[in-house]
């Protein structure tokens, strides 16, 4: 048996994310029991009809007493108000991480609640699909994709030592950076085209007449490209919030890069505008 | 034979875009012969061997030379000095018609170049793919498509019905419009969106430390957002140019968007960033 076995698995909040943690990690066999913590009385049966979690409950408490590993899921904004029901009914040596895609708030407001037995590793799976629930996981989920872990001062290393082994064991490539990098790395890759998309869409439903609705007349390259303006409303005003700072700052410098080009626009400057246009198709093509 | 039918059909760069206008009405049995006119060779002769063109020629005077129909399909910062090229040329009453993005600085540019019996159909076929040259050209690109068509008060009627009925004939369906209009809509729905998307790709770049490319880190999410920032800077260089006036006043609305989002995000004012989001979301959603 593995030096990374983990006898009894807590996901708290059994959706897409921490569903298909524990479907990879049972297909690894890499853990014993799973027991699934959440709200929802449907979502949490599916699961157990599906074999992602053993067995479930609605205690948080009675879900994480003698796990080895507790796998927080549920929203950002809500992980230090869970951690702080959760903490006192955990084991001495009980190793704790989560999947929030925000880390430098998220680290301030768990590790002060933590007795120095109880081991935090941040963690940030970069996966997912549009969609949720405990019927939309699988175990392949994570397979090929990176995972963030951003360990602290305060970071146990043989805690990080085992959480980096599920995520391996879970297929992805484990990539460590500090929390502050994290927040800057996800913030121009992901959270800024997010806002940038809604405010798209926005700005676009307000440009016609007031009998137009230019949308109407959107094809297939619109469509694709504010795709993600379909997503969740209540997740993207937590990450935004969440990760305010970083958010602000590619902001503002995504503000300059588009004022350059508006300006060449204005002052007609066709040379400034090719050669823009061209330096980031160079890198967009780079990355594909 | 049809009151429309075009007994010869020259056509003006034979790329994806004219190729796929004469395979089209090749199709529908709506012309007799289609000439190619155009600089590079070897496209020229990937056009007449596929089929697209049944003749070719480099020299404008001789390609449009009775022609009852001339498809301009060159870029749209050419079609002004083409059609000064080959005015002299055209028989009387012949048809002039382009698939340029852009209108309103096209018509103003070409409209003053012609003798009362040429007649002048601007047009704009919403098709295209990411391929270009002949050898992308297929007959369907056009089906199921809008064509907006944006006739002025110079447009002869029955030219009109005859360019509106060719692009019926390709599948596509035709949209009347006015310039004005026409170039409105595209800013929003199309030219907006680019320059979003390649300023979106420069500040990325520009927003990680001396020695990190935070683009390194992108995921499938950023590169389908950023798909379009790929495109050749030549033609969005000539796009932003055409359509100046249209395009800075919608770069204005997406700024004071985003910048409502910016200011929700420094206040914290989660409320209004739901609200902003969700109201997007459901915007985008409709058009699906």
Not at 201 to 207: I, S
């Amino acid at each position: 048996m593995s030096d990374f076995f983990v006898s009894k698995l807590a996901v708290i909040g059994v959706g897409l994310i921490g569903g298909s943690f524990a479907l990879a990690l049972k297909e690894a066999g890499l853990v014993g029991e799973v027991v699934g913590v959440g709200r929802g009385r449907a979502n949490l049966e599916t699961a157990r009809e599906k074999g992602v979690v053993d067995a479930y409950t609605h205690s948080l408490a009675e879900g994480v007493t003698g796990a080895d590993v507790v796998f927080l899921a549920t929203p950002v904004r809500t992980l230090a108000q869970v951690t702080a029901e959760l903490v006192p009914h955990l084991k001495s040596g009980a190793v704790l991480t989560d999947g929030g895609s925000v880390k430098g708030s998220v680290i301030d407001a768990i590790e002060p609640l933590l007795p120095a037995d109880i081991h935090f590793v941040p963690g940030h799976p970069v996966a997912g699909t549009e969609q949720s629930g405990a019927a939309a996981a699988f175990a392949s989920l994570y397979r090929g994709r990176r995972c963030i872990l951003t360990p602290t001062p305060r970071t146990d290393a043989r805690a990080f030592e085992l959480v980096k082994h599920l995520w391996q064991a879970a297929g992805s490539e484990v990539v460590v950076m500090t929390p502050e990098k994290h927040d800057r790395v996800l913030a121009g890759i992901s959270h800024l085209p997010h806002m940038v998309a809604y405010a798209l869409v926005d700005a676009v439903a307000n440009c016609g007449d007031e009998n137009e609705n230019i949308l109407n007349y959107s094809a297939g390259g619109f469509r694709d490209f504010t795709r993600i303006a379909s997503s969740d409303p209540t997740m993207w005003r937590d990450i935004a919030l969440s990760n305010r700072a970083a958010l602000l700052e590619v902001i503002d410098t995504f503000e300059k890069s588009l004022s350059t080009v508006k300006r060449d626009i204005a002052d007609g400057n066709g040379e400034a505008l090719f050669d823009f246009f061209l330096k980031a198709k160079q890198r967009r093509d780079a990355i594909v």
